[in-house]
């Protein structure tokens, strides 16, 4: 598997944050966040069982090369 980093939250103050990975043999990504556990929220969402729900701050959204109109990493 080979992930690359694309980025950690710019304002973490210890480097240990949440990081937005783009593993480039199955072109998806991987985010490592902030563990959503409140029932109310969870109540929310249609999440299955094999599923989980992390959540990283909006200034984060920077490292989605698709969302900055920037290109693909495969091409």
């Known amino acids: 598997m080979a992930l690359r980093m694309l980025g950690k939250d710019p304002e973490s103050r210890n480097g240990d944050s949440p990081t937005v ?3 480039e043999e199955t072109d ?3 985010v490592q966040g902030w563990k959503v556990e409140e029932p109310g929220r969870l109540g929310q969402l249609d999440l299955p069982a094999h599923e989980t729900v992390v959540e990283i701050p909006r200034r984060m959204i920077q490292f989605f090369l698709e969302m900055q109109g920037g290109p693909r990493a495969d091409v």
Request: proline content about 0%; charged content about 15%; overall charge negative.
């Open 28 to 30: 998806t990504y991987l």
């Open 21 to 23: 990975y783009l593993d």
